[in-house]
C-alpha cells in the first residue's frame, strides 16, 4: 500500500496570516486529490490534480502536484476562521478506484 | 444534490453483538466504499465495492464484511463487535472511474462506540 504523509499534523494560526500544508509519498500517484472535512460531516472534495507540476487555484486556496506525482502541496493565502477544519490529501493507485489516505491537517484559524 | 446518508450518527454497542451499518447513495454510482476514521491515521479503506453483489476487501477487512444487494445500498457489517473497533465510519460513493479517481462523495460519518 503506498503511504502519504502530511505535514504539520496540526495548525493554529492567526486570521489573516499564510499556510502552506504538505502531502509527500515515495511512491508515484496516478492523481492526487485534497478534501476539507468539517466536524460531523464527511469530507468534501476541493481538487483533483492528474499532471507532474499541476498548479489549480480555488479562491484563496493554491494546489500544487509535484513534477514527480509524488508530493503535493496546500496553500492558503489569508486564512478565516471559516478555513478552520481537517485537510486531508488523497492519491488514488495505479488502478481503479481505490484512494490512500493521508493523517491528515488539523487547521484552526483564530479572529 | 448528492447524497449519501448513513442510519445512524452515532450508535452505542457492546462487545460481542453483532452490529449493521447502513449506507444509501440517490447518485446511482456503481462504486461504494467503507472506511474507518480514526484520529492520526487518516481514513482506511475497510471494504469497496464496484456493482452489486461485488464487493473487494480494502485495507483492514479483519472483522467486517459487507453486503450489496442493491446498487443504491452498501452495509457494513461487524460479526462480533470488539472495543478496537470503537471508530467513526464513512460511507463513500463514486461512478466508475477510469485512469483517475472519480470525486467520491462521503456520508455524514457514524460514530460507533464498543463497550
Known amino acids: 500500500t503506498q503511504l502519504l504523509e502530511q505535514s504539520p499534523q496540526f495548525l493554529s494560526i492567526q486570521e489573516g496570516e499564510n499556510l502552506t500544508v504538505y502531502c509527500n509519498s515515495s511512491s508515484v500517484f496516478s492523481s492526487l486529490q485534497w478534501y476539507r472535512q468539517e466536524p460531523g460531516e464527511g469530507p468534501v472534495l476541493l481538487v483533483t490534480?492528474?499532471?507532474?507540476?499541476e498548479v489549480k487555484k480555488l479562491k484563496r486556496l493554491t494546489f500544487q502536484f509535484g513534477d514527480a506525482r509524488k508530493d503535493s502541496s496546500l496553500h492558503i493565502t489569508a486564512a478565516q476562521p471559516g478555513d478552520t477544519g481537517l485537510y486531508l490529501c488523497a492519491g488514488s493507485e495505479s488502478y481503479g478506484n481505490k484512494l490512500v489516505f493521508g493523517a491528515g491537517t488539523i487547521l484552526r484559524v483564530k479572529s | 444534490d448528492v447524497k449519501v446518508t448513513q442510519s445512524s450518527r452515532y450508535l452505542v454497542k457492546r462487545t460481542g453483538e453483532k452490529v449493521f451499518l447502513e449506507c444509501v447513495q440517490d447518485m446511482d454510482h456503481e462504486n461504494m466504499f467503507w472506511y474507518r476514521q480514526d484520529p492520526g491515521l487518516g481514513l482506511r479503506l475497510i471494504y469497496f465495492?464496484?456493482?452489486?453483489?461485488?464487493?473487494e476487501k480494502g485495507d483492514i477487512p479483519e472483522g467486517y464484511s459487507v453486503s450489496r444487494e442493491k446498487k443504491e445500498r452498501f452495509s457494513l457489517i461487524l460479526e462480533s463487535a470488539s472495543t478496537n473497533q470503537t471508530s467513526m465510519y464513512l460511507c463513500a460513493s463514486s461512478l466508475a472511474g477510469g485512469y483517475y479517481t472519480d470525486t467520491q462523495y462521503f456520508g455524514p460519518g457514524t460514530r460507533l462506540t464498543v463497550l
Open positions: 490534480v492528474v499532471t507532474g507540476g
Open positions: 465495492s464496484y456493482d452489486v453483489k461485488m464487493k
